[in-house]
C-alpha cells in the first residue's frame, strides 16, 4: 500500500514539477479556474472525493450569500417603497430631504408586504437544521414511548388516554355554529357602512349615511363583543372550544378596524361630493381569511398552491395539539390536581413553579408552531398569500423589545399601525414613550382577556408580569445589549415566566372546582380561590 505520507502529499497537490501542467478534458475542476497540481499523477478515489466536497462547500457559501443579498435587497426595496411619495405629486418635484413630510404623521412607515418564506422553511431547507427538527421530534417520540413504557409496567396495560383532548373541544360544534353570525356581522356590515359613507350624496342625506353606518358598526361591535361571551358563559364551554370563539372574536374585530382605518380616511377626505371609490368586496372577503390583520386591496400571490404542503402543515398542527394535550396529562394534572388539597407554603410555591417551567416552554414553543408557523402557512399557501413572514428570528433576541417585535409580527404589525403610529400622531409626534407605553397596556389587557375568556375566570397573572415586569424590561434589555449572555437572560427569563404562568394558572383552576362558592358574588369572582382553599 501507498505510504500516508505520499497520500497527503498527493491530496495537497504537492506534485514538484508537475504542478504547471494544465489539467486535462473532463477532470473536476472548480469554477472557471485551474488546479495547480491536478494532473496524472493526482488523480484518483482521494482527490475526486476531495473536489466534490470543495464543490459541495463552494455551493453551500454560494447559497448562504445569495440569501443574504437577497434579504439585504428585500430590505432596499421596503425602503424604497415606504419612501415613495404620493400619487399626485412626481417623484421629481420632491427634494429627497423632504420625502419624510411628505406622508401623514399617521401613515409613516406602512406595512410593505412582498413575497418571501416564512423563516423556518427557509432554515428547513439546509440539512443541520432539518436534523435538529428530527432531534425534536425523536425526543418527543421517546418521551411518549418512556411515559407508556412506565404506565404499561405500572398498571400491565396502555394507559393511552384522550379524556383531557375530549373534555377541551367538547360543545366545538356550538362554537362553529356561533361564529358563523360573528362572520357574517364582520363580512356585512363594515363594507356596507364604507358604501353609505362613499357615495356622493348632498350634505343632508350623507350625514344621514354617516349617522346609519354608525348604527350599523355600532351594532357589528356588539354582536362580536357580546354574543361569543353570552354562548361561552350559559352554555358553560370547556376551553379549547372557547378559544376558537375568543381568538375568532379579537380577529375579526382587529380587521374590521384595519379596513375602515385603511378606507375611511380617504372617503372623508373627498371633497365636493365627488365621493370615492369603494374596494372591491372580493378583496375585503380575501382579507378576512388571508393570514394578515393589515387591509390592502391587493397582495403578492404566489403562482399555486402546493396542496402537499397544506396537508403537511395541518397535520404538524394537529400533532402539536396532541403533543400539547400530553404534557398538561402527564406532566401538570397529577402535580397540580390535589395541590389545593394541601396547606399553602413558600417552598410549595417555588416548586411548583420551578416544575412547571419544562411544560410551561414546551407550551410555548408548541403554540408558535403551530399557530404561526403551520396554521398560518396552511392558510397562506390554500390563498397563494406570498408574505409570509409571520414572525422573525425571535429565538435569537437579546432584548425583549426586540422579542416583543418579532415573536408574533403578524399583531405586532397591526399594534404599530394603529397603536403606536396613531398613537404618536395624536400626541404630536414626540411622546413615543407614551405611545410605547399604550401599546404595551393594550396587549397586556388583550392577553389578560383571552385568558380569562379560555379558563373562565379572572386571574390577573398576564396582566401583571406584561405591565409590571414585562414593561421595565423592554426598556432596561434594549436593542444595545447584543451579547450571548443577553440571550442566555432573555431564555432564562422566558423559562422562568412560562413556570409561572402554568403554575397560578394551574393552581386557580383546581382551586375553583375544589373550592365553589356557596353563592356568587363580584368579589368572589374576581378574588383568587387559590389562597384560600385548603380542602
Known sequence: MEPRAAQLRRREGLGGE????????????????????????????????????MQAVKTQLLEQA??????????????????????????????????????????????????????????????HFRTIYHMFVAGLCVFIISTLAIDFIDEGRLMLEFD?????????????????????????????ALRLWARPQSRAAWTLRVGLGCMLLAGHTAVLSILPVHVAVEYQLPPASRCVLVFEQVRLLMKSYSFLREIVPGTLRARGGEGIRAPSFSSYLYFLFCPTLIYRETYPRTPNVRWNYVAKNFAQALGCVLYACFILGRLCVPVFANMS??????????????????????????????????????????????????????????????????????????????????????????ARGAAMLGVFLVSAVVHEYIICFVLGFFYPVM?????????????MMHDRHTGPAWNVLMWTMLFLGQGI?????????????????????????????SWSCHT
Open 66 to 127: 445569495q440569501g443574504q443579498l437577497t434579504e439585504l435587497l428585500d430590505q432596499a426595496m421596503c425602503e424604497a417603497i415606504q419612501a415613495y411619495p404620493p400619487q399626485d405629486r412626481p417623484v421629481s418635484s420632491i427634494p429627497p430631504d423632504s420625502l419624510s413630510k411628505t406622508r401623514e404623521p399617521s401613515l409613516g412607515k406602512r406595512k410593505v408586504f412582498i413575497n418571501r418564506k416564512s423563516l423556518l422553511d427557509e432554515l428547513m431547507e439546509v440539512q
Open 18 to 53: 508537475q504542478e504547471d501542467r494544465p489539467s486535462r478534458e473532463g477532470e473536476p475542476h472548480f469554477g472557471n479556474a485551474e488546479c495547480p497540481g491536478n494532473n496524472e499523477t493526482h488523480r484518483g478515489p482521494d482527490l475526486l472525493q476531495w473536489t466534490r466536497h
Open 463 to 475: 396582566l401583571l408580569l406584561f405591565l409590571v415586569i414585562g414593561g421595565p424590561l423592554n426598556f
Open 164 to 192: 383531557l383532548l375530549i373534555f377541551s373541544f367538547g360543545q366545538l360544534p356550538l362554537a362553529l355554529v356561533t361564529w358563523v353570525p360573528m362572520f357574517l356581522s364582520t363580512l356585512l356590515v363594515p363594507y356596507q
Open 341 to 430: 388539597r394541601e396547606p399553602f407554603s413558600t417552598r410549595a410555591l417555588v416548586l411548583s413553579i420551578m416544575h412547571a417551567t419544562l411544560p410551561g416552554i414546551f407550551m410555548l414553543l408548541l403554540i408558535f408552531f403551530a399557530f404561526l408557523h403551520c396554521w398560518l402557512n396552511a392558510f397562506a399557501e390554500m390563498l397563494r398569500f406570498g408574505d409570509r413572514m409571520f414572525y422573525r428570528d425571535w429565538w435569537n433576541s437579546t432584548s425583549f423589545s426586540n422579542y416583543y417585535r418579532t415573536w408574533n409580527v403578524v399583531v405586532h404589525d397591526w399594534l404599530y399601525s394603529y397603536v403606536y403610529q396613531d398613537g404618536l400622531w395624536l400626541l404630536g409626534g414626540r
Open 501 to 529: 404562568h402554568v403554575s397560578l394558572y394551574c393552581q386557580e383552576w383546581y382551586a375553583r372546582r375544589h373550592c365553589p362558592l356557596p353563592q356568587t358574588t363580584f368579589w368572589g369572582l374576581v378574588t383568587p380561590r
